[in-house]
């Protein structure tokens, strides 16, 4: 299956459950993967410590995959990228605290030559093939955690990671629940 003249969401882990992250997104022949986590495995998997998302599908296809977007530092969201994303062949894209603990990751790993890791600034946009992503900073128990506002000639996405609304941040810039709702009237329009 290679994306057509359409866009595409598969998840391939996280929907539906918490942790192990890792959600595509197709248009036009290409594909970018949101986040690649991992969960922790419950007393179902004895003796399994760490659950990956099963990348069989896009591995099959790495030649179409651009890149990975990570929209935050948590485990769920970057846990897995030690273990597979040398394998994808593709950069990374996070904005400075997620990447400076990726960076942590790959140096344990013995990996960091390997994988390319892009540091986007807070509110930064990268151009990926027909994919247009934007980072916009969201409340949550992390810094610098983000959604990733996705434009397409099919239309406009709205990937979060994991957010919340707050008022009185204790760090960072969050969206208000105001620019959020812009964002909102704006998905599905396109804009590339």
């Not at 998302?53 to 896009?58: A, H, M, Q, T, V």
């Not at 990228?81 to 996070?94: E, F, R, T």
């Not at 997620?98 to 540091?119: C, D, F, Q, W």
Request: aromatic content about 6%; hydrophobic content about 45%; glycine content about 14%.
């Amino acid at each position: 299956m290679q994306p057509g003249n359409e866009l595409i969401f598969l998840p391939l882990g996280g929907s539906g459950e918490i942790g192990m992250n890792a959600n595509l997104y197709g248009c036009q022949g290409k594909w970018i993967l949101c986040d690649l986590g991992m969960t922790f495995a419950d007393p179902s998997l004895p003796g399994v410590e760490l659950v990956l998302p099963d990348l069989s599908f896009i591995e099959e296809r790495r030649a179409d995959l651009l890149g990975i977007l990570l929209t935050h530092g948590h485990e769920d969201h970057i846990g897995a990228i030690p273990y597979l994303a040398a394998d994808l062949g593709v950069p990374l894209y996070a904005t400075a605290f997620t990447a400076g603990l990726i960076r942590g990751k790959l140096e344990e790993e013995g990996i960091a030559g390997e994988v390319p890791l892009h540091v986007v600034p807070n509110g930064g946009t990268v151009d990926l093939g027909p994919f247009r992503a934007t980072w916009v900073q969201l409340a949550h128990s992390i810094p610098e955690a983000n959604a990733l506002v996705i434009d397409t000639p099919h239309g406009r996405l709205f990937h979060t990671g994991d957010w919340k609304l707050d008022d009185r941040p204790v760090l960072g810039d969050p969206a208000s629940a105001a620019e959020l709702q812009a964002i909102g009237a704006k998905i599905g329009r396109a804009h590339v």
